[in-house]
């Protein structure tokens, strides 16, 4: 009954469109992606994350400006469009959270598993994760992505992340390919980008982290391949998980030359 | 449509040059993503570990769109999945079209984050035009706008209609479109109620 | 504590453009929360804006207004160097006011 | 019923907010004192209530409101709208949604020197009318714009 209210309402949209629509659905939904970009609440979580980076937290009462995100200890201009990268000091590749794990474990003090407490916020029950990504990644804006195969784990990293893009699984068979290796394609009526060619990945890589206005949060990367899995019907991706990495650098590569524009707002 | 070739002709290229410096084969890369994929997934509400392990479909299946598989591979794929159909006991492959529009809403179920006690919807607008009211619909399928009232409602065309929403790798192999009967995503009933969206003159799909 | 808002003013031929984005959930009142228990409706009711202490906007909200509000205007007649102060309460007696400079 | 439409929404759209889309606007009659002003209009269920209790009671169509939305919007948890009122003596601009339980969402003063032309964000449970009420030289003006909400797309 109620089901029927809202398709009456859909359908007098569609006739409304139809007849007297002067411009397209198409044009209306750039109109309201365009309004949105006036004002990005994603700032909020930016003026957190710098205020969380400089402040003394944690068992060894230490800031996380000592932390090297590839480019030195405390360079953060420009470091989260060279990431994923390989870490020598932790003998792996690591993306930007992992790596925040890692100086929140070793600089701070804290345990792996009080720093991953919360690792996407809900309301007031903010992530330090989400704020501090906003904030480091907001430090490249505009920067040329740049992720490097130069290491060997770097070049493993990408060609897994390549095998798990295509990877088909689950009750409905779905792979991230599934939905992302056409162009032109949308669901619903959302674009779904090709991340299997340039155009396409960069798009969509340069525009993570973004603030869901439908969640009403900034989400990051690693919770954009969480929530892509849950939709595909994959049990749970484990926040910095290795096979979350091999994605990440898959997909960060793939956007290389393209100017870095995050943190975004997204629908 | 040359520069898309090209562009992924150069995509091709990185991920050959990615591929050849780290010293596994393609197959071992596959072994590999799967151990690593193993180890970075918890099992959640409905959605346990079981889901990682791929039937031979989704194993061949899993390669980029434009990587034909091999005609007797096909072949193979389709042959299998036909055999799984089940077709109803009662003979009656239609149901009620209001009810298979309500599934083609619904995209919830199977999800870690659904209650697998709520019936699962088919999705079928995420991916396609069913019936020109609804506007929000996605194009990674065709177009069933009309499916019914192009071919007809014999016998022939409702059974392969029933049996491509049971499996549709039966006729064509790696499909993107789920299996709903062979995976246990929508029950007899509500695959008899899709079919008769599709195909029910009655159907807003038909008008 | 509420977080801070993000203010920015832009002087141009005599006219200020103002932006604010506000930190506030905007509960409804009506949402149900993980145990199915309701959320209380906590919103921004009452926002208000000067210009060297002048009022120069002041706005009543319901909890329509969505998530991390935004909020747009223009006046005239403000200065480089001039103050611009925001302050907002919501409906449960809590209230916030922050300060920036016309640049 | 309302659990029924939060279940329909849920069901097209995906994130727990869509409950809280439905409910856009609702406000519990405790939370209508307290504060000075409109708070009666706030808690109304329909626009005419909703206008005479802000003391209006036959608007008349204006020309020279402008409301500035996509007529489409992607999401109704956060649909960006600008209201212009070319109207000499603009005094207030007070946005009403029709379809949301209690249409009344924002109500702002203009004082002299202040452009009459204000841009906030509102939530919109389903496709609906909006309006533009504005007072200008003690009198009261309206103008309306229909804003359709789409449904999302993957898996909600």
């Not at chain 3, 208000?48 to 202490?53: C, D, F, V």
């Amino acid at each position: 009954m109620i089901r029927r209210k809202m398709a009456a309402t859909v359908l007098a949209a569609g006739a409304a469109l139809g007849v007297s629509a002067q411009s397209s659905p198409e044009a209306e939904i750039a109109k309201y992606r365009e309004a949105l970009a006036a004002g990005n609440p994603a700032e909020l979580w930016e003026a957190r994350g710098e205020a969380l980076w400089k402040q003394k937290r944690g068992p060894k009462n230490a800031s996380l400006e000592a932390c090297d995100l590839g480019k030195g200890a405390g360079a953060v201009k420009g470091s989260y469009a060279e990431l994923p990268r390989y870490f020598a000091d932790a003998n792996r590749v690591m993306d930007l959270e992992t790596r925040l794990v890692h100086c929140m474990t070793t600089l701070q003090g804290f345990r792996v598993a009080d720093a991953t407490k919360r690792v996407f916020g809900a309301g007031t029950n903010r992530s330090d994760f989400e704020s501090l990504a906003a904030w480091i990644t907001s430090e490249s804006k505009g920067v040329t992505m740049n992720v490097a195969l130069d290491h060997a784990k770097e070049r493993e990293a990408y060609q897994l992340g390549e095998k798990m893009f295509y990877f088909r699984g689950g009750p409905h068979d779905f792979a991230c390919a599934t939905c992302h290796s056409e162009s032109g394609k949308r669901i619903r009526l959302q674009d779904l980008p090709n991340l299997t060619e340039k155009a396409g990945a960069q798009l969509a890589y340069t525009t993570w982290p973004a603030y869901r206005v439908s969640q009403g949060e900034l989400r990051t990367f690693q919770w954009r391949l969480n929530d892509c899995f849950r939709q595909q019907r994959f049990p749970e991706l484990k926040f910095a998980s290795e096979a979350s990495i091999a994605l990440t650098t898959f997909l960060a590569r793939n956007a290389n030359g393209a100017a870095f524009d995050a943190p975004a707002i997204k629908r | 449509m040359k520069t898309r070739t090209c562009a992924t002709a150069v995509f091709a290229a990185i991920a050959a040059i990615a591929a050849g410096c780290a010293g596994m084969n393609d197959q071992e890369t596959s072994q590999k993503a799967l151990e690593v994929m193993k180890a970075s997934f918890n099992e959640r509400g409905q959605a346990k570990l079981d889901r990682l392990n791929q039937d031979e479909a989704q194993k061949l299946c899993s390669k980029p769109p434009s990587q034909e598989l091999a005609k007797d591979i096909a072949a193979g794929i389709e042959k299998a999945n036909l055999a799984s159909i089940r077709y109803p006991a009662d003979g009656r492959l239609m149901g009620d079209w209001r009810q298979g529009e309500r599934i083609a809403q619904s995209g919830i179920g199977k999800q870690f984050s659904d209650d697998p006690k709520i019936p699962a919807g088919a999705n079928c607008y995420a991916c396609h035009q069913l019936s020109k009211a609804e506007i929000s619909y996605g194009t990674i399928g065709p177009s069933l706008y009309n499916y019914g009232k192009l071919r007809g409602t014999s016998d022939a065309i409702q059974r392969y209609t029933y049996g491509k929403v049971y499996n549709s790798q039966a006729f064509t192999a790696c499909s993107n479109m789920p299996r709903f009967g062979h995976n246990g995503i929508l029950t007899e009933q509500q695959m008899k109620d899709v079919t008769a969206l599709l195909l029910d003159p009655g159907s807003p799909v038909n008008q | 504590m509420a977080d801070p808002m993000r203010i920015r003013v832009a002087a141009r031929d005599g006219v200020v453009n103002v932006k604010i984005l506000m930190s506030h959930e905007m509960e409804t009142g009506q949402r149900k929360d993980g145990a199915g228990k309701l959320v209380s409706a906590h919103y921004i009711s009452k926002v208000t804006a000067t210009h060297k202490g002048q009022t120069v906007l002041s706005a009543e909200w319901g909890p329509a207004v969505a998530k991390n509000p935004f909020l747009e205007f223009n006046f005239k007649g403000g200065q480089k160097g001039d103050k611009i102060a925001v302050t907002w309460e919501d409906n449960k007696g809590e209230s916030r006011t922050d300060e920036t400079t016309i640049n | 019923m309302k659990q029924s439409r939060r279940r329909a929404l849920k069901a097209g759209g995906g994130a727990g907010v869509l409950a809280l889309l439905c409910a856009a606007g609702v406000v519990s009659p405790g939370d209508v004192l307290a504060q000075s002003g409109n708070q009666a209009a706030f808690a109304m269920k329909t626009v005419r209530e909703a206008m005479r209790a802000l003391g209006a009671q036959a608007p008349a169509v204006s020309a020279a409101i402008q409301i500035k939305a996509s007529e489409i919007a992607e999401n109704g948890a956060v649909v960006p709208i600008s209201i212009e009122s070319k109207l000499p003596g603009t005094e207030s601009i007070t946005l009403l949604i029709e379809k949301n339980p209690n249409p009344l969402a924002a109500s702002f003063t203009i004082p002299a020197g202040t452009e009459p032309n204000v841009s906030t964000r509102v939530k919109i449970g389903e496709s609906s009318d909006v309006y533009a009420l504005v007072k200008a030289e003690g009198k009261f003006y309206m103008a309306k714009k229909e804003i359709k909400i789409t449904l999302g797309g993957c898996g909600g």
